[in-house]
């Protein structure tokens, strides 16, 4: 595979809103593909999905940053990250609370630059270290996280989805990321 151009990573607009529900409810589908439920990812829906998201848009909070990378004037990716909060009780390291990638894009950089941008802006305000949950059994996106210095910290969520136990566990990992993943962008 040739090196493709780093994507263009920049806020999220509203105009984005069902490009990224697209890209989020088919990655679901894709990486979440034998972790959960065949019926329930098959009833995902990106119309869905885009209403929920369009009714939320700007209401983040302080804090919240909701960004996509594009390529070639396309939409291929999201991530959104904020202040990690146990409860309503702030903990004082950034979340990321979502990144997914057009599985088309997959393996082509723009998972890195979203998560290097993101955890660009959490350092930006003063957070030490970024947090992220994610399937306990998504052993892919577990070792993206751990190439950025991600490392599970030990707590575990149950998690249920139509019946069936999801557990996610909880990475941390301390910013600026480190070398070895910047160096890969």
Known sequence: ???AAAPLVREMALAD???VSEIRVRGRQWAYRGLMPQAYLDALSVAEDAERRRAGFGKGGPGV???VA??????VGRAAQGPDRDGEVLMGDAELYALYVSV???GTGVGRALLEEAARRAEALRHPGMRLWVLKDNVPARRFYARAGFHADGAEEPFEVAGVAVPEVRHRGRLPLGGAFRAAL
């Not at 594009?70 to 939409?75: H, I, N, Q």
């Open 1 to 3: 595979m040739t090196a």
């Open 17 to 19: 809103v069902e490009r």
């Open 65 to 67: 940053v909701n960004l």
């Open 70 to 75: 594009e390529r070639a004037g396309t939409v």
């Open 104 to 106: 088309e894009h997959i």
